[in-house]
């Protein structure tokens, strides 16, 4: 989906306030109720902004939190994607580079959790050769919301980008 | 913070549907408007839910999409992870272990920019022994909100649980 | 199997001197011998504590003294596990986290002695993908007598803990 | 220490009952309960035996419990060492070859004192070049009492052990 | 430099053979001399294309090609790059990521040789860290000319491109 | 092919200008241009040298630059190796010591292109083990011509080369 | 065998001169020369020593000098290190701890003879998971002849070796 | 020094029985005494060949055999591998490629002599980094003799070795 400058700006002030009213950021841009209410429907169905009450998992009882790194048969990489993706305790899955084939992160209520994961569903997942659990032991910062990058900052990058 | 039963509740009518009014989770808990909304605004202060306008990096023009882990001095470990959090191409900040000391994630607009941040903010930084970067490719699952674990969950995993 | 407050002052005393009466306990602590003893018998049955007479391996002429790390199929993980734990030379097996699926410990009497446990025993159990060992030069600390962490711990704990 | 023959079989039965009194050993080998005690008391000063009342650090609410290998600067090798066993919350201390110049266990309350415990402890330690924690997620055997070698046993390994 | 359609048909023709005369070229095309000569002047002032004699570094009596990675103190990241840039030995240097900050490849007359530029060339420059040298056994493919990807292809990338 | 001291010069000349026509280097050196044209062609047929227009990737529109190395099932090796050689995005193939077997180049119009050569591409040949991929975030230096080694260079060697 | 005072002092004149008579031997040691003479004979035949003409590989025209690591397949470890004993270009092989489970010597005339090598020779033996070559480019130190360690150091390492 | 077909040949015998008496070299190649005199002394002396008695470092009570791979400040290369040859535990020194700057061998009576030379002898020694300790545990393969590679072998290379 191609963002529009009225949606970027939408987009700055529900990454400020996500419970903000259309009604208010119709005011506060000097647009229509009803257009900013339709950039916003469009923009949630294209899956660009997703409305989301973040908690905090160690205060929901999980006191063991990990980024799990994997080594896969590549030829299984997208079957190994989609079984994770499917299972509960893994809220992020990306495919990456730089010595992992696949990157996710999970909760677990304890290490006992975590074990029986391991074993019991990463254990029944074809193609993974090798396994490497971090455990998150604190996180001071966890910020999700990306504004756009302005058409201003599109024009700087571009001449300090000639470098590479 | 301690969690009633009533805050489990709000949580998870809120993670289906982070922009529910109050008066609505008050109906169909059957909770005065009131006890909901008060219950809501200290979950809040306490930092236990967060509303957010969560977007999608790529989509806001980020093509370059990393988690970066440090080896470091573990002298500087404190220092070093508020500066991290200072920046703003940094979302995501964790002390780990498991090969790792710290790991971030964070976004630029293309590999130019990420080569930029690692000379000028990284190298920046005292007490960074080491650099590993790995580059998020496709990102399939994606989700952050977590609801707290149940009473009956943790019925059932103190039974299980014995075996450590 | 939850600890009393007595439960954590007899082990206490036990871990001063192992082999402390119980008739010198129930004194100490101003208990009924009877009780005491009752006490002691339902932790060692459920395994909370165990009377060990500890030797130092190198004394009793074990000069190879090793740690051994294996990644392995994590369908196998379960079968593995229970194989190391059958063998006599092994005296330690711990699931990890953190680069090895498996650590275990275990002594010899030389070199050669390894080596032929690594050829004929390791070689005979299905799913090790790669072991690392890793030999003990010197062991100047070995302590394996635990205390209970007290309730006056655990409420500094829960103030300090906040942070994560 | 040169261990006897009657060393290696008051040891033998010491393994079994680390709590067996001087006088059933002596009935049981056919000794003077006085020469038993003496060898017993030997041994013990020689700390070629110890007792001990081993506890089960998960049961003693400790819920993180890990193996931690560092590299250093090997001038510091030695005090590195000597720091580590200073503290309380590490059991077991060893140098070693094989990736690590020293690996030591510890056990903690949970992930955030470990973190504290990297930030304020082994921050404080000077020479460390990089560390790497091992999570311990389940411990299925632990028995730390090894009997001396026999004869027999040495007369057999010396065949044996021609072939290096 | 933005390229024209033009630039990339005479790109094609010169990838084809660089020596093929701008009077040729300009007859295939169906433009003027003076416009392709014109064109290409311009390609090669803005580097986008450069016109060079390849040879053969085996052929030429370098028996020794490596690719040498470097883990290096970011803060001193440029500097070490330009003073690789400035070495006759080194032909190729790149800023990277996925476990060394920067790869560069080199050729040598022997080992001897490349002993000598380790010692000498790569003992000189501060900030370097830790290498790792591969060495090129054989190389059955090299080809250095990339053709402009092309309208059409990227309309279809932006068709498959909406996954990540 | 065994280069003449003709051979050298001829080729000396063509690094500083691949497009010199052969009369203007029959003048410069003094020779026939018969004889240049023919030294030249024989060079060019025994793949000695090669007349390249090179292009910079970046400038042709792939933003995703990186080197893949492989560790591979050997006995797989030289099927593996052809089979990349007859991959478009693929620009040079080595065979390796130091880690990989293998270490190849390829460019990419963007990281969802990499990650699709990933799964399609190598994810259908059989006997990599794993791979490793290195972005190159920026390349200030790239040569490709290499001049033969002199005869003054290989005494100069010769003598100095007595150590190893 | 076990090694008498005797077989110690002519070990130590064999070290010194390997070419120097039995009969010079038996005078600098004041034994009759049969005798002597009988000892050099047993000390071959149980190959506690071999006469050898060590010569440099350098020398002898071979530019390419290896150690290569192997992790294997442990059930096959016996056979790979049979097969690797029979090959020609390897010298010497161990097996070992530390990272790899196998460590043999080779040499080469060149670069294209080890990779020769290892498609061909190393290919075709099973169970090996993962190679790694790691070349000499310089070998300032190279000594073969270990004397028996003296009775006397024997006694001066027991007081000191209680330390472990 | 350039060896001559002569040269050769001896050689050959020598590494058959490196005791062969010069008498018996010249009458099995047919050349005067004194001719295969004076060529055996001038191998000697340009330490082409060497006459060693070399025996088993197990034999002669040495239990612990390694190799100690270093990765060192590379300003201080030539530093550190003039102190190691200077010790007498290391028989063997190589400066290296492929993961380490430089690899060597020892032998140690047992596991606290390895120990206090990795504290007190590398400990002392500047600008080593890392180091890592691979024991042998079992050597069947050790030979230390190298054949010149005849001029045969030579041509026969030169055909094959045009892949590179």
Not at 59 to 80: C, H, P, R, Y
Not at 83 to 97: G, I, K, N, P, S
Not at 157 to 163: D, I
Request: aromatic share 8%; charged share 25%; proline share 3%.
């Amino acid at each position: 989906m191609k963002l529009t400058n009225l949606d970027g700006r939408i987009i700055k002030l529900l990454s400020e306030d996500s419970r903000m009213p259309a009604l208010r950021i119709a005011e506060l841009l000097g647009e229509p109720e009803s257009t900013v209410r339709g950039r916003i429907n469009r923009l949630v169905e294209a899956k660009v902004i997703e409305f989301v009450a973040q908690t905090n998992p160690i205060e929901m009882g999980f006191s063991t939190w990990v980024m799990i790194g994997l080594k896969v048969v590549l030829a299984d990489l997208s079957t190994i994607v989609a079984e994770l993706e499917a299972l509960d305790e893994v809220y992020f899955v990306a495919m990456t580079t730089g010595g992992y084939d696949v990157m996710f992160n999970a909760v677990f209520e304890n290490n006992t959790e975590l074990h029986r994961f391991i074993v019991e569903k990463l254990g029944a997942i074809d193609g993974i050769r090798e396994t490497n659990t971090f455990h998150y032991l604190a996180v001071p910062k966890r910020k999700i919301a990306f504004l756009p990058i302005s058409d201003h900052d599109k024009a700087t990058e571009r001449k300090r980008g000639t470098q590479a």
